[in-house]
Protein backbone atom coordinates (compact mmCIF):
# COMPACT_ATOMS: atom_id res chain seq x y z
CA UNK A 1 0.00 0.00 0.00
CA UNK A 2 0.93 3.64 -1.26
CA UNK A 3 0.43 6.27 1.44
CA UNK A 4 1.34 9.76 0.68
CA UNK A 5 0.30 13.51 1.61
CA UNK A 6 -1.64 15.49 -0.76
CA UNK A 7 -2.50 19.02 -0.59
CA UNK A 8 -6.25 19.82 -0.46
CA UNK A 9 -7.65 22.11 -3.17
CA UNK A 10 -11.40 22.19 -4.40
CA UNK A 11 -12.81 19.47 -2.16
CA UNK A 12 -15.88 18.70 -4.40
CA UNK A 13 -13.91 18.62 -7.72
CA UNK A 14 -11.62 15.75 -6.17
CA UNK A 15 -11.57 12.79 -8.24
CA UNK A 16 -11.33 9.62 -5.61
CA UNK A 17 -12.53 5.76 -5.34
CA UNK A 18 -13.06 7.04 -1.85
CA UNK A 19 -13.44 9.95 -0.02
CA UNK A 20 -13.34 9.43 3.62
CA UNK A 21 -14.02 12.77 6.17
CA UNK A 22 -13.65 12.55 9.98
CA UNK A 23 -16.29 14.02 11.67
CA UNK A 24 -17.62 15.39 15.12
CA UNK A 25 -20.43 14.99 17.19
CA UNK A 26 -22.55 16.61 17.64
CA UNK A 27 -23.12 18.70 14.39
CA UNK A 28 -21.37 16.34 12.33
CA UNK A 29 -19.93 19.05 10.50
CA UNK A 30 -16.40 18.41 8.82
CA UNK A 31 -15.36 21.91 9.72
CA UNK A 32 -14.35 23.27 6.66
CA UNK A 33 -16.20 25.94 5.03
CA UNK A 34 -15.29 24.67 1.73
CA UNK A 35 -17.06 21.26 2.03
CA UNK A 36 -21.39 21.80 2.32
CA UNK A 37 -21.87 19.06 0.35
CA UNK A 38 -19.98 16.68 3.36
CA UNK A 39 -22.22 18.48 5.93
CA UNK A 40 -25.21 17.99 3.57
CA UNK A 41 -25.13 14.55 3.65
CA UNK A 42 -23.88 14.27 7.48
CA UNK A 43 -26.89 16.00 8.16
CA UNK A 44 -29.34 14.05 6.35
CA UNK A 45 -27.34 10.89 7.57
CA UNK A 46 -28.12 12.14 11.08
CA UNK A 47 -31.40 13.29 10.63
CA UNK A 48 -32.54 9.30 9.02
CA UNK A 49 -30.71 8.17 12.30
CA UNK A 50 -27.64 6.10 9.78
CA UNK A 51 -25.06 7.95 11.56
CA UNK A 52 -24.57 10.40 14.97
CA UNK A 53 -20.65 11.07 14.61
CA UNK A 54 -19.81 9.39 17.85
CA UNK A 55 -16.82 7.84 18.04
CA UNK A 56 -15.74 4.78 15.47
CA UNK A 57 -19.37 5.28 13.66
CA UNK A 58 -18.78 5.26 10.42
CA UNK A 59 -21.48 5.74 7.15
CA UNK A 60 -20.69 5.34 3.72
CA UNK A 61 -22.30 6.88 0.74
CA UNK A 62 -21.81 5.97 -2.66
CA UNK A 63 -22.16 8.60 -5.72
CA UNK A 64 -22.25 11.20 -2.78
CA UNK A 65 -24.52 14.67 -4.72
CA UNK A 66 -22.15 17.68 -5.34
CA UNK A 67 -18.72 15.70 -5.01
CA UNK A 68 -16.93 14.31 -7.56
CA UNK A 69 -15.71 11.68 -5.67
CA UNK A 70 -17.16 8.04 -6.50
CA UNK A 71 -17.96 6.94 -2.39
CA UNK A 72 -17.89 9.44 1.15
CA UNK A 73 -17.28 7.37 3.98
CA UNK A 74 -18.11 9.75 7.26
CA UNK A 75 -16.02 8.47 10.43
CA UNK A 76 -17.64 9.58 13.72
CA UNK A 77 -14.66 11.50 16.00
CA UNK A 78 -17.16 11.41 19.29
CA UNK A 79 -17.31 15.07 20.78
CA UNK A 80 -14.08 17.30 20.75
CA UNK A 81 -11.21 17.24 21.60
CA UNK A 82 -10.04 13.92 20.23
CA UNK A 83 -6.94 12.02 22.56
CA UNK A 84 -4.81 9.54 20.76
CA UNK A 85 -6.66 6.72 21.49
CA UNK A 86 -9.87 8.20 19.99
CA UNK A 87 -8.07 9.07 16.64
CA UNK A 88 -6.90 5.63 16.40
CA UNK A 89 -10.38 4.38 16.85
CA UNK A 90 -11.52 6.55 14.56
CA UNK A 91 -8.53 6.01 11.66
CA UNK A 92 -9.10 1.83 12.50
CA UNK A 93 -12.93 2.59 12.03
CA UNK A 94 -12.44 4.37 8.52
CA UNK A 95 -9.64 0.97 7.29
CA UNK A 96 -12.45 -1.16 8.19
CA UNK A 97 -15.20 0.77 6.74
CA UNK A 98 -13.23 0.53 3.47
CA UNK A 99 -12.90 -3.46 3.80
CA UNK A 100 -16.12 -4.25 1.63
CA UNK A 101 -16.07 -1.85 -0.74
CA UNK A 102 -13.83 -2.07 -3.72
CA UNK A 103 -12.17 1.14 -3.53
CA UNK A 104 -8.08 1.42 -4.72
CA UNK A 105 -7.71 5.00 -4.25
CA UNK A 106 -8.96 6.42 -1.50
CA UNK A 107 -8.36 10.11 0.12
CA UNK A 108 -8.11 10.95 4.10
CA UNK A 109 -9.36 14.27 5.41
CA UNK A 110 -9.40 15.16 8.96
CA UNK A 111 -9.93 18.88 9.55
CA UNK A 112 -7.98 19.33 12.86
CA UNK A 113 -6.06 15.41 12.78
CA UNK A 114 -3.48 15.61 10.11
CA UNK A 115 -0.97 15.07 12.34
CA UNK A 116 -3.05 12.41 13.78
CA UNK A 117 -3.68 11.00 10.66
CA UNK A 118 -0.02 10.82 9.65
CA UNK A 119 1.15 8.97 12.85
CA UNK A 120 -1.51 6.38 12.65
CA UNK A 121 -2.82 5.42 9.06
CA UNK A 122 -0.46 3.55 8.37
CA UNK A 123 -0.24 0.95 11.51
CA UNK A 124 -4.20 1.09 10.92
CA UNK A 125 -4.29 0.48 7.27
CA UNK A 126 -1.40 -2.16 6.81
CA UNK A 127 -3.11 -4.53 9.95
CA UNK A 128 -6.31 -3.90 8.05
CA UNK A 129 -5.08 -5.36 4.79
CA UNK A 130 -2.42 -7.95 6.33
CA UNK A 131 -2.85 -11.52 5.34
CA UNK A 132 -0.94 -14.53 6.30
CA UNK A 133 0.00 -16.37 2.81
CA UNK A 134 3.43 -17.96 3.38
CA UNK A 135 1.63 -21.30 3.76
CA UNK A 136 -1.33 -21.17 2.66
CA UNK A 137 -3.11 -19.19 -0.99
CA UNK A 138 -4.94 -15.90 -0.61
CA UNK A 139 -8.30 -15.71 -0.93
CA UNK A 140 -9.23 -13.27 -3.70
CA UNK A 141 -12.69 -12.30 -2.53
CA UNK A 142 -11.19 -11.53 0.67
CA UNK A 143 -8.14 -9.25 -0.10
CA UNK A 144 -7.94 -5.31 1.01
CA UNK A 145 -8.44 -3.80 -2.35
CA UNK A 146 -6.96 -0.23 -1.34
CA UNK A 147 -3.85 0.37 -3.32
CA UNK A 148 -2.79 4.34 -2.60
CA UNK A 149 -3.89 6.35 0.55
CA UNK A 150 -3.82 10.40 0.63
CA UNK A 151 -3.38 12.41 3.11
CA UNK A 152 -5.41 15.93 2.34
CA UNK A 153 -3.18 18.35 4.02
CA UNK A 154 -4.71 22.05 4.41
CA UNK A 155 -1.66 23.16 5.33
CA UNK A 156 1.14 23.22 3.01
CA UNK A 157 3.79 24.99 5.33
CA UNK A 158 3.27 21.69 7.56
CA UNK A 159 3.48 19.09 4.55
CA UNK A 160 7.40 18.46 5.32
CA UNK A 161 6.81 17.42 9.31
CA UNK A 162 3.40 15.60 8.10
CA UNK A 163 5.65 13.55 5.52
CA UNK A 164 8.42 13.01 7.95
CA UNK A 165 5.82 11.29 10.73
CA UNK A 166 4.23 9.30 8.03
CA UNK A 167 7.72 7.85 6.75
CA UNK A 168 8.53 6.88 10.15
CA UNK A 169 4.58 5.11 10.82
CA UNK A 170 5.42 3.52 7.15
CA UNK A 171 8.59 2.47 8.41
CA UNK A 172 7.50 0.74 12.02
CA UNK A 173 4.77 -0.72 9.80
CA UNK A 174 7.20 -2.99 7.58
CA UNK A 175 8.91 -3.61 10.51
CA UNK A 176 5.79 -5.00 12.34
CA UNK A 177 4.69 -6.82 9.06
CA UNK A 178 7.96 -8.61 9.06
CA UNK A 179 7.85 -9.25 12.35
CA UNK A 180 4.13 -10.96 12.13
CA UNK A 181 5.20 -12.90 9.18
CA UNK A 182 7.93 -14.38 10.55
CA UNK A 183 6.10 -15.28 13.91
CA UNK A 184 3.44 -16.81 12.13
CA UNK A 185 5.39 -18.81 10.26
CA UNK A 186 5.06 -22.76 11.39
CA UNK A 187 8.04 -24.35 13.42
CA UNK A 188 8.89 -26.28 10.62
CA UNK A 189 9.66 -23.63 8.39
CA UNK A 190 10.81 -21.28 11.12
CA UNK A 191 13.86 -23.32 12.54
CA UNK A 192 16.94 -21.55 13.77
CA UNK A 193 18.73 -21.42 10.48
CA UNK A 194 15.54 -19.83 8.60
CA UNK A 195 16.04 -16.59 11.27
CA UNK A 196 19.51 -16.06 10.64
CA UNK A 197 18.55 -16.41 6.41
CA UNK A 198 16.09 -13.43 7.45
CA UNK A 199 18.98 -11.83 9.76
CA UNK A 200 21.23 -11.94 6.49
CA UNK A 201 19.11 -11.26 3.68
CA UNK A 202 17.65 -8.26 6.15
CA UNK A 203 21.79 -7.46 5.91
CA UNK A 204 21.74 -7.54 2.74
CA UNK A 205 18.44 -5.31 1.77
CA UNK A 206 19.94 -2.90 3.89
CA UNK A 207 23.61 -2.77 4.22
CA UNK A 208 23.79 -3.66 7.70
CA UNK A 209 26.25 -6.26 9.07
CA UNK A 210 25.06 -9.28 10.20
CA UNK A 211 26.84 -12.00 11.57
CA UNK A 212 25.75 -15.85 11.98
CA UNK A 213 27.90 -18.02 14.97
CA UNK A 214 27.24 -21.85 14.47
CA UNK A 215 27.94 -24.37 17.35
CA UNK A 216 31.84 -24.23 16.80
CA UNK A 217 31.65 -20.81 17.38
CA UNK A 218 29.21 -20.76 20.62
CA UNK A 219 31.22 -23.74 21.95
CA UNK A 220 33.96 -22.08 21.68
CA UNK A 221 32.29 -18.55 23.60
CA UNK A 222 31.31 -21.00 26.37
CA UNK A 223 27.58 -20.40 25.94
CA UNK A 224 26.65 -23.12 28.07
CA UNK A 225 23.06 -22.22 28.96
CA UNK A 226 22.37 -22.13 25.45
CA UNK A 227 23.75 -25.26 23.73
CA UNK A 228 21.64 -27.16 27.15
CA UNK A 229 18.98 -25.97 25.69
CA UNK A 230 19.84 -26.48 21.74
CA UNK A 231 21.22 -30.28 22.72
CA UNK A 232 17.76 -32.01 22.55
CA UNK A 233 16.61 -30.87 19.27
CA UNK A 234 17.73 -31.88 15.78
CA UNK A 235 17.95 -28.74 13.88
CA UNK A 236 20.93 -26.79 14.45
CA UNK A 237 21.09 -23.61 16.69
CA UNK A 238 22.31 -20.20 16.16
CA UNK A 239 23.73 -17.42 17.90
CA UNK A 240 22.65 -14.23 15.28
CA UNK A 241 24.16 -10.99 15.60
CA UNK A 242 23.53 -7.76 13.90
CA UNK A 243 25.08 -4.33 13.53
CA UNK A 244 23.11 -0.84 12.55
CA UNK A 245 25.98 1.63 12.44
CA UNK A 246 24.46 4.97 12.00
CA UNK A 247 26.62 7.54 14.40
CA UNK A 248 29.77 7.77 15.17
CA UNK A 249 32.40 4.31 15.52
CA UNK A 250 32.42 6.01 19.54
CA UNK A 251 29.30 6.25 20.09
CA UNK A 252 28.09 2.88 22.41
CA UNK A 253 25.06 1.16 20.65
CA UNK A 254 22.03 0.40 22.15
CA UNK A 255 20.99 -3.48 22.51
CA UNK A 256 18.09 -5.63 21.64
CA UNK A 257 18.12 -9.07 22.63
CA UNK A 258 15.80 -10.95 21.05
CA UNK A 259 14.43 -15.01 22.43
CA UNK A 260 14.41 -16.95 19.89
CA UNK A 261 12.84 -20.61 20.86
CA UNK A 262 11.58 -21.78 17.15
CA UNK A 263 9.43 -24.16 19.03
CA UNK A 264 8.98 -24.76 22.62
CA UNK A 265 7.46 -28.25 23.50
CA UNK A 266 9.01 -27.44 27.30
CA UNK A 267 11.60 -30.46 26.69
CA UNK A 268 11.99 -33.29 29.19
CA UNK A 269 9.01 -30.97 31.62
CA UNK A 270 7.36 -31.32 28.57
CA UNK A 271 3.93 -29.28 27.90
CA UNK A 272 0.49 -29.83 27.83
CA UNK A 273 -0.48 -31.11 24.64
CA UNK A 274 -3.77 -28.39 24.51
CA UNK A 275 -2.60 -25.08 22.85
CA UNK A 276 0.87 -26.68 22.27
CA UNK A 277 0.99 -25.38 18.36
CA UNK A 278 1.51 -21.55 19.67
CA UNK A 279 4.63 -22.04 21.20
CA UNK A 280 5.45 -21.72 17.47
CA UNK A 281 4.74 -18.21 18.51
CA UNK A 282 7.88 -18.51 21.18
CA UNK A 283 10.75 -16.71 18.98
CA UNK A 284 8.29 -13.66 18.87
CA UNK A 285 11.27 -11.56 20.82
CA UNK A 286 13.52 -12.38 18.31
CA UNK A 287 10.94 -11.90 15.34
CA UNK A 288 10.66 -8.18 17.15
CA UNK A 289 14.24 -7.55 16.94
CA UNK A 290 14.61 -7.93 13.15
CA UNK A 291 11.23 -5.60 12.67
CA UNK A 292 12.77 -2.72 14.36
CA UNK A 293 15.99 -3.33 12.66
CA UNK A 294 13.60 -3.45 9.55
CA UNK A 295 12.15 0.26 10.82
CA UNK A 296 15.56 1.31 11.86
CA UNK A 297 17.37 0.74 8.51
CA UNK A 298 14.50 2.65 6.74
CA UNK A 299 14.82 5.43 8.96
CA UNK A 300 18.82 5.69 9.12
CA UNK A 301 18.63 7.55 12.18
CA UNK A 302 21.91 8.65 13.71
CA UNK A 303 22.61 5.73 16.45
CA UNK A 304 24.09 2.79 16.32
CA UNK A 305 22.29 -0.45 17.58
CA UNK A 306 23.31 -4.16 18.00
CA UNK A 307 21.08 -7.18 17.67
CA UNK A 308 21.65 -10.50 19.49
CA UNK A 309 19.21 -13.39 19.05
CA UNK A 310 19.80 -16.67 20.63
CA UNK A 311 17.85 -19.04 18.56
CA UNK A 312 17.11 -23.14 18.91
CA UNK A 313 14.28 -25.13 20.07
CA UNK A 314 13.42 -26.85 22.62
CA UNK A 315 12.57 -30.41 22.65
CA UNK A 316 12.89 -33.33 25.00
CA UNK A 317 15.00 -36.79 23.59
CA UNK A 318 17.38 -39.10 24.30
CA UNK A 319 19.60 -35.69 24.67
CA UNK A 320 17.76 -33.41 26.00
CA UNK A 321 18.66 -31.45 29.35
CA UNK A 322 17.38 -33.33 32.53
CA UNK A 323 16.14 -31.32 35.61
CA UNK A 324 18.53 -31.47 37.99
CA UNK A 325 21.43 -31.07 35.57
CA UNK A 326 23.74 -28.29 36.35
CA UNK A 327 25.05 -26.50 33.55
CA UNK A 328 28.10 -23.63 33.43
CA UNK A 329 26.67 -20.16 31.73
CA UNK A 330 28.99 -17.94 29.76
CA UNK A 331 28.96 -15.75 32.42
CA UNK A 332 30.70 -18.74 34.90
CA UNK A 333 27.91 -19.27 36.84
CA UNK A 334 26.64 -22.49 37.35
CA UNK A 335 22.31 -23.14 36.88
CA UNK A 336 20.75 -25.93 38.47
CA UNK A 337 18.35 -26.83 35.53
CA UNK A 338 15.54 -27.69 37.84
CA UNK A 339 12.68 -27.27 34.81
CA UNK A 340 13.44 -28.04 31.67
CA UNK A 341 10.60 -25.67 30.62
CA UNK A 342 12.34 -22.09 31.85
CA UNK A 343 14.51 -22.29 28.76
CA UNK A 344 13.95 -18.79 27.48
CA UNK A 345 16.22 -17.38 30.85
CA UNK A 346 18.84 -20.01 29.66
CA UNK A 347 19.46 -18.73 25.96
CA UNK A 348 18.98 -15.30 27.47
CA UNK A 349 21.32 -15.01 29.72
CA UNK A 350 23.96 -16.10 27.41
CA UNK A 351 23.46 -13.51 25.32
CA UNK A 352 23.14 -11.00 28.09
CA UNK A 353 26.88 -11.88 28.92
CA UNK A 354 27.88 -11.71 25.58
CA UNK A 355 26.20 -8.16 25.13
CA UNK A 356 28.67 -6.92 27.91
CA UNK A 357 31.96 -7.17 25.19
CA UNK A 358 29.96 -4.06 22.85
CA UNK A 359 29.75 -2.01 26.37
CA UNK A 360 26.25 -0.69 25.61
CA UNK A 361 24.78 2.57 26.29
CA UNK A 362 21.56 0.27 26.77
CA UNK A 363 20.61 -3.22 26.48
CA UNK A 364 16.67 -4.40 26.38
CA UNK A 365 15.46 -8.22 25.87
CA UNK A 366 12.44 -8.71 24.56
CA UNK A 367 10.79 -12.35 25.16
CA UNK A 368 7.97 -14.53 25.38
CA UNK A 369 8.94 -15.50 28.36
CA UNK A 370 6.35 -16.37 31.06
CA UNK A 371 2.94 -17.87 31.01
CA UNK A 372 2.85 -16.12 34.80
CA UNK A 373 2.97 -12.76 32.44
CA UNK A 374 -0.03 -13.14 30.84
CA UNK A 375 -2.25 -13.67 34.09
CA UNK A 376 -0.85 -10.80 35.61
CA UNK A 377 -1.10 -8.45 32.74
CA UNK A 378 -3.15 -10.12 30.61
CA UNK A 379 -2.92 -9.49 26.99
CA UNK A 380 -3.12 -5.74 26.90
CA UNK A 381 0.40 -4.31 28.72
CA UNK A 382 3.83 -6.12 27.98
CA UNK A 383 5.95 -6.73 30.97
CA UNK A 384 8.65 -4.53 31.92
CA UNK A 385 11.40 -5.41 34.24
CA UNK A 386 14.64 -2.83 35.14
CA UNK A 387 16.12 -1.53 37.71
CA UNK A 388 16.90 1.56 36.03
CA UNK A 389 14.08 4.12 36.77
CA UNK A 390 15.44 6.20 33.63
CA UNK A 391 15.44 3.49 31.00
CA UNK A 392 11.86 2.33 32.71
CA UNK A 393 10.73 5.76 32.00
CA UNK A 394 12.06 6.12 28.53
CA UNK A 395 10.35 2.65 27.58
CA UNK A 396 6.87 3.22 29.40
CA UNK A 397 7.06 6.79 27.25
CA UNK A 398 7.64 4.65 24.07
CA UNK A 399 5.04 2.57 24.80
CA UNK A 400 2.81 4.84 25.37
CA UNK A 401 3.45 7.12 22.35
CA UNK A 402 3.84 4.27 19.98
CA UNK A 403 0.24 2.59 21.21
CA UNK A 404 2.14 -0.23 22.20
CA UNK A 405 2.02 0.18 26.34
CA UNK A 406 3.90 -1.70 28.57
CA UNK A 407 3.84 -1.78 32.28
CA UNK A 408 6.50 -1.90 34.51
CA UNK A 409 6.94 -4.51 37.30
CA UNK A 410 8.85 -4.75 40.56
CA UNK A 411 12.26 -6.74 40.79
CA UNK A 412 13.97 -7.26 44.17
CA UNK A 413 16.05 -9.68 46.47
CA UNK A 414 13.13 -10.82 47.86
CA UNK A 415 11.81 -12.46 44.95
CA UNK A 416 15.81 -13.16 43.73
CA UNK A 417 15.93 -15.18 46.55
CA UNK A 418 13.66 -17.89 45.02
CA UNK A 419 16.00 -18.72 42.83
CA UNK A 420 18.53 -20.29 45.57
CA UNK A 421 19.70 -23.41 45.83
CA UNK A 422 21.71 -26.08 46.82
CA UNK A 423 23.67 -27.76 43.81
CA UNK A 424 24.49 -24.37 41.69
CA UNK A 425 25.33 -20.61 41.76
CA UNK A 426 21.31 -20.33 40.90
CA UNK A 427 18.29 -22.39 39.66
CA UNK A 428 17.02 -21.50 36.70
CA UNK A 429 13.26 -21.58 38.53
CA UNK A 430 11.24 -20.71 41.84
CA UNK A 431 8.19 -21.23 43.53
CA UNK A 432 4.94 -20.57 41.09
CA UNK A 433 4.15 -17.37 42.93
CA UNK A 434 5.28 -14.60 40.95
CA UNK A 435 6.65 -16.30 37.97
CA UNK A 436 6.92 -13.18 35.57
CA UNK A 437 9.30 -11.59 38.41
CA UNK A 438 11.67 -14.21 39.56
CA UNK A 439 12.34 -14.81 35.92
CA UNK A 440 13.10 -11.36 35.53
CA UNK A 441 15.12 -11.51 38.94
CA UNK A 442 17.21 -14.38 36.97
CA UNK A 443 18.05 -12.50 33.78
CA UNK A 444 19.21 -9.38 35.94
CA UNK A 445 22.27 -11.42 37.46
CA UNK A 446 23.43 -11.70 34.28
CA UNK A 447 22.50 -8.00 33.26
CA UNK A 448 25.86 -6.32 34.51
CA UNK A 449 27.80 -3.62 34.10
CA UNK A 450 25.23 -1.57 31.82
CA UNK A 451 21.45 0.01 31.85
CA UNK A 452 19.12 -3.23 30.83
CA UNK A 453 15.17 -3.67 31.10
CA UNK A 454 13.20 -6.47 30.33
CA UNK A 455 10.20 -6.64 28.21
CA UNK A 456 7.99 -9.96 28.45
CA UNK A 457 6.28 -10.09 25.12
CA UNK A 458 3.89 -13.25 26.71
CA UNK A 459 0.62 -11.96 26.59
CA UNK A 460 1.21 -9.22 23.74
CA UNK A 461 3.04 -11.07 20.81
CA UNK A 462 0.31 -12.57 19.70
CA UNK A 463 -3.68 -13.37 19.67
CA UNK A 464 -4.89 -16.53 20.64
CA UNK A 465 -8.81 -18.25 19.54
CA UNK A 466 -10.58 -17.15 16.44
CA UNK A 467 -7.91 -14.03 15.58
CA UNK A 468 -5.23 -16.46 16.67
CA UNK A 469 -1.55 -15.01 14.58
CA UNK A 470 1.30 -12.20 15.44
CA UNK A 471 0.39 -8.93 16.49
CA UNK A 472 3.97 -7.45 15.66
CA UNK A 473 4.66 -5.90 19.14
CA UNK A 474 6.58 -4.24 20.83
CA UNK A 475 8.23 -3.20 17.52
CA UNK A 476 6.25 0.30 17.81
CA UNK A 477 7.41 0.70 21.44
CA UNK A 478 11.06 -0.49 20.48
CA UNK A 479 11.14 2.08 17.17
CA UNK A 480 9.81 4.97 19.51
CA UNK A 481 12.74 3.90 22.27
CA UNK A 482 15.58 4.21 20.37
CA UNK A 483 13.97 7.12 17.76
CA UNK A 484 13.46 9.08 21.43
CA UNK A 485 17.30 8.43 22.52
CA UNK A 486 18.60 10.50 19.45
CA UNK A 487 15.99 12.83 18.33
CA UNK A 488 15.09 15.90 21.08
CA UNK A 489 11.55 16.28 19.77
CA UNK A 490 10.14 12.32 19.94
CA UNK A 491 11.79 12.44 23.39
CA UNK A 492 10.49 9.55 24.84
N1 LIG B 1 7.52 -19.81 26.29
C1 LIG B 1 7.07 -20.08 27.60
C2 LIG B 1 6.21 -18.96 28.18
C3 LIG B 1 4.82 -18.83 27.65
C4 LIG B 1 3.85 -19.73 28.01
C5 LIG B 1 4.48 -17.78 26.85
C6 LIG B 1 2.55 -19.58 27.55
C7 LIG B 1 3.20 -17.61 26.41
C8 LIG B 1 2.23 -18.52 26.75
C9 LIG B 1 8.26 -20.28 28.53
O1 LIG B 1 9.37 -20.86 27.96
C10 LIG B 1 7.80 -21.17 29.64
O2 LIG B 1 7.49 -22.30 29.36
N2 LIG B 1 7.76 -20.67 30.86
C11 LIG B 1 7.31 -21.42 31.97
C12 LIG B 1 8.19 -21.11 33.15
C13 LIG B 1 7.96 -22.01 34.32
C14 LIG B 1 8.44 -23.40 33.98
C15 LIG B 1 8.72 -21.45 35.49
C16 LIG B 1 5.86 -21.03 32.24
O3 LIG B 1 5.51 -19.86 32.08
O4 LIG B 1 5.08 -21.92 32.56
MN1 LIG C 1 9.28 -22.99 28.05
ZN1 LIG D 1 9.60 -20.62 25.97
Keep these: MKFSIAPLKALAALKTDALVVFVHQPGTSCGLVEADAVDQIAAEAAQD ?65 EQSLADLVPSAFGDAAYRYTATRKPEPAKAYKVEAVHLLS ?64 IERLKMGALLAVAQGSHQPLRFI ?59 RPKLNLVGLIPATENMPGGRAVKPGDVVTSMSGQTIEILNTDAEGRLILCDALTYAERFKPASVV ?48 DDYADGLKTHFADVANVAGRAA ?37 GRPVPLLVRYLLGTVEPDNKA
Excluded at 387 to 407: F, I, T, V
Design 49 to 113: GDFNGSLGATYTRSRPAGLAAKRLVLVGLGAAPVDQAGWLKAVQAAAGALKPLGAHQVHLLAADG
Design 154 to 217: RHARQAATLKAALGRAEAVQAGVELTRNLANLPANYCTPSHLAKVAQDLGKRHGIKVEVLTRTS
Design 241 to 299: VLRYDGAGRKDAPHVLVGKGVTFDTGGISIKPAAEMDEMKFDMSGAAAVLGAFEAIARL
Design 365 to 412: DVATLTGACVIALGHVHSGLFSPDDALAESLLKAGKLAHDSCWRMPLG
Design 435 to 471: GSITAACFLQRFAKDYRWAHLDIAGTAWKSGAAKGAT
